[in-house]
Each structure stands twice: as structure tokens, then as C-alpha cells.
């Protein structure tokens, strides 16, 4: 598939897939959200039901605790790019599979091409291994930076995990403040 070189284009082509099977129980394309030129993009696996629902990522209880993590270290929401791997969201909430994440992964790299980001955070250990690298040990590499074409890459634990896991926040509030700092440096903050 050629990569989409226009806003306009991407959301097309994503509202009119049929690629995979999930085109058929969608409620609604998650693109993404955010700004178009943010240098943080986060990128998670797939649209949950409230994600499905709203045509918005990361809003449903994972999401109400991400957005307590970026403003807990003063990241704002708009000033960032949220998306998933996936625009549909795969029933009951089970992982993504591979031919599905291979039919889709186009339209996350259109996005990427036209944000330019200077870092992409992937959210959760199925993003982090399709984006950084397949053999990705989440519970040992979250918070370790990786250079991928130009862009510093790092991983945090999925909020849906931390939701199930809590002794896992400590680790997650480390791992933002440190991206909250690569972002203030790239932005000239002392």
C-alpha cells in the first residue's frame, strides 16, 4: 500500500478499509488525535469500546489514567499526538493479530510521515514490538530509548495494565517524567 501523503487522503482511505474482518463490526475509525505537528506521538495497539464508540483513542478507563499520568508531569493532551497500530477495534478487546496489524500499519506510518515527530512512546509491549523491535521484554525496556529512523523511540506500560496492576505506576510516573524532559530539551525548556 502506498503511504497516504495528505490529512485528507489518510481519512479516506481509513474510513473506506475493508482490509481486514474488523471493518465489519467497527462502530467508528480511530484515527488519532491531537496535534498534527506535535514532537510526542504516543502509539498503543487498538481502539477499545469506548474508543470504538466515541471515534477517539484512549478515552475509556485507560485513558481517563493516562491523562492523569501527562498531567501529572505537564504534558498537555492537545499538544501531543495519540494513535493506535489498529483504527478498528478487534472484538472483545483481544490483542491484535499480526496479518491485521500488517493490513493497518500503513496508515501509522502516513501519520508519522506527516507529523514528523521527534518521538513516538509506544504504549503497551504489542506496539513496542512492531515499532522498536519484535523481541521487545516490556517489563525489563520500558523507558529505554532506541534511535529508529531519526526518531527517539521508547515504550511505558499500557494504562489498561497499570489499571490491573498498580504496583506498576511507581515505574510509569519514572519513565513519563523522563519523557516529559526529553520533550522540555527538544523544546529548548530548561
Known amino acids: 500500500m502506498a503511504l497516504e501523503t495528505s490529512w485528507e487522503a489518510l481519512e479516506s482511505a481509513c474510513l ?4 481486514c474482518e474488523l471493518c465489519k463490526t467497527r462502530t467508528n475509525v480511530v484515527l488519532g488525535c491531537g496535534s498534527r505537528d506535535a514532537k510526542l506521538m504516543f502509539v498503543g495497539e487498538a481502539p477499545g469500546e469506548k474508543e470504538d464508540l466515541s471515534g477517539i483513542p484512549f478515552v475509556g478507563a485507560a485513558g481517563k489514567l493516562f491523562d492523569k499520568f501527562l498531567y501529572a508531569v505537564g504534558i498537555e493532551r ?3 499526538y495519540i ?4 483504527k478498528c477495534r478487534p472484538p472483545k478487546n483481544r490483542d491484535p ?4 496489524q500488517d493490513v493497518c500499519i500503513d496508515y501509522l506510518r502516513s501519520q ?3 507529523i514528523r515527530p521527534a518521538m513516538i512512546v509506544c504504549l503497551g509491549r504489542i506496539s513496542a514490538m512492531r515499532l522498536i523491535k519484535p523481541d521487545f521484554k516490556i517489563t525489563k525496556e520500558h523507558g529505554v530509548w532506541f534511535n529508529k529512523g531519526g526518531i527517539s523511540m521508547c515504550a511505558v506500560y499500557h494504562p489498561s495494565l497499570l489499571l490491573r496492576d498498580p504496583r506498576k505506576k511507581e515505574d510509569m510516573l519514572e519513565d513519563m517524567k523522563a519523557i516529559k524532559a526529553k520533550l522540555d530539551s527538544l523544546n529548548g525548556v530548561e
Open 16 to 19: 473506506n478499509c475493508t482490509k
Open 78 to 80: 492537545d499538544e501531543v
Open 83 to 86: 494513535a493506535n497500530m489498529l
Open 97 to 100: 493479530l499480526p496479518a491485521e
Open 112 to 114: 508519522v510521515k506527516l
